[in-house]
Each structure stands twice: as C-alpha cells, then as structure tokens.
C-alpha cells in the first residue's frame, strides 16, 4: 500500500474538555514556580498526560496521603470533591489550587442548595458508582444521595416520596432520559419527580459527531487511557458505528492487520485524551506504512 493513497485524519473534535485544560493549565502555572505540586487523583485518566506532569513536578497522592500532609500546596482535579476534602485541607493548612469544572461546581452548588431547603426529598444521582465526580456530588448531602446507574437499582428509591433527579455530567442524555422515564412511571404521585438534566453538553455533543466521524473512516483508532471511562463510552459509540474501530492507548498498539486494505483512517479520542497524543498515533501510522 502506498502512503499516498492513504488518509490519515485527526479529529479535530476530539481532545480535553474544557474543565481538563484548565485544571491542566493551572498544574502548569503552578509548577513554574515550585518544584513540587500535589494532586488529589489523577488529573485526567490518562497515564501518558500524568506521566508528562509528573516529569515536571507534579505528585499524584490517594485520599489516605492527604491526611498526612501539613502545610503544603493541593491541586484538586476537574472532577470536584465533597466538602470533607476542604475542611481536611483547611485543619491541616493545606492550600488547595482548585481545579473543579466550573459546570461540576455549579452543580455540586445546585445539588447541596436542595438538599438543604427540600428536607423530605430524596436526591437521585444517575451516575457511575465511586467515579471521583459522583464521589464529591455525594458528598454534597451528607452522603445521603442514592446513586443509580441502571433501572436494576431503582428499588433504592421511595417512590410514594418526593424525588430530585440529578445526573453526573458525562453520562449520556439518552440514558438520563430514559431514566427519567422510568422513575416517573413508579411514582406513586408523578408530580412529586422533578429532574435536572446536568449532563454537560461539551462532553454530550461528542456523541453524534463522533458516530458520523466513525462512520466515514474505514477504520478507526480510538486513542484515550484505560482507565477513563468516557473513553470507554464514546468508544462504544465509534464500534456500533463502525466495526473496525480499535481502542489504543499508545502508537505502538496499532498493528498493520488493523489497517488492512483501510485507504481512509481516522483518529479520535475522550475528553481526556490530549492532542498530542492523537498526533503520536497518527505519525505511528504514516511510518507504518
């Protein structure tokens, strides 16, 4: 196969979400001026961006670490945390670099105002169990939130009582709506549901783009981190719309039976999958051929 006759597009969608680059940008100011920087969790589920930031500074610690720390400096990630995080931080004079997605917080805000003023509703939270986001909107109320991911848990709400249905904001508009759907079906009043759909639609708008970008390439490389998981989902939505997609998490993971007789390849990626990495892969694949 020439490699005149071979397309290889990067997709000009993909890459961090908005949050991501300002957390992202806020490490890297801060790292100019320190030598060291904690943060709590990775800044982005992707092992090859955390390993460029740790190579100029930054120091990933779990919750346990944390509470060791004294008088030092903490970045939190996009994701937000639950309010414990700061009053840990201020009893131990840590200052906090605050990286939350100003969309997370607004919700955290919303979530944490009804749960003070609506003191007989129960808050729904539709998203994916111990994710860091879903953590923090938690803690929003005590921890007294129910979290759903599937009609299968449904049976943890009290449906002959008010319910306020919020929604983590990478999940899918299609399952939240669905969702909705459902509860509102078991209530015992149906007016007692009210639902708040705070799916961010930076991230939700992926979807369709996605599913055409998928489909007009012969085959696809979806490049994102193991371990995110709106990596996972959106490629989900590449492979039911194009069966030749293949999940990479670094150039050397495509092999030249992927690309078979392809004249047209394309290359996309999560919200927290940088760009440069999308160029990896696709200067891997020119060289391949």
């Known amino acids: 196969m020439l490699i005149e006759k071979v397309i290889v597009e990067v997709d000009k969608e993909s890459g961090f979400c908005p949050g991501v680059v300002s957390a992202i940008q806020k490490a890297e100011v801060e790292l100019q001026t320190r030598p060291k920087l904690y943060c709590l969790g990775d800044i982005v589920h992707n092992s090859m961006e955390v ?11 779990s919750r346990e670490e944390l509470s060791k720390l004294h008088d030092t400096k903490v970045l939190l990630r996009a994701h937000g945390e639950p309010p ?71 049976d943890k709400i009290d449906f002959s009582r008010p319910v306020r249905l919020f929604s983590q904001t990478t999940m899918s508009v299609d399952g939240f709506r669905q969702l909705s759907a459902e509860i509102a079906q078991r209530m015992t009043e149906p007016s007692q549901l009210q639902t708040y759909d705070t799916i961010c639609r930076q991230v939700a708008n992926r979807i369709p783009h996605m599913r055409e970008f998928a489909s007009r390439h012969d085959v696809v490389l979806f490049v994102s981190g193991r371990k995110s998981s709106n990596g996972k989902a959106l490629f989900e939505v590449c492979r039911s719309a194009n069966a030749r997609s293949f999940f990479v998490s670094q150039p050397e993971e495509v092999t030249l039976d992927m690309l078979t007789d392809a004249k047209c390849i394309g290359i996309c990626g999560a919200t927290s999958t940088p760009r440069w990495q999308m160029e990896q892969v696709a200067n891997y694949v020119k060289e391949l051929f």
């Open 51 to 61: 390993k460029r930031l740790e190579d100029q500074g930054l120091v990933t610690i």
């Open 84 to 154: 414990s995080t700061y009053q840990l931080a201020a009893a131990q004079g840590i200052e906090i670099v605050d990286a939350t997605c100003p969309v997370v917080l607004q919700l955290q805000k919303k979530i944490r105002r009804i749960f003070e003023q609506e003191p007989d509703s129960q808050i729904v939270i539709y998203g994916k169990h111990g994710h860091a986001e879903v953590v923090g909107l938690v803690g929003q109320t005590q921890n007294a939130a129910i979290v759903v991911e599937r009609d299968e848990e449904l």
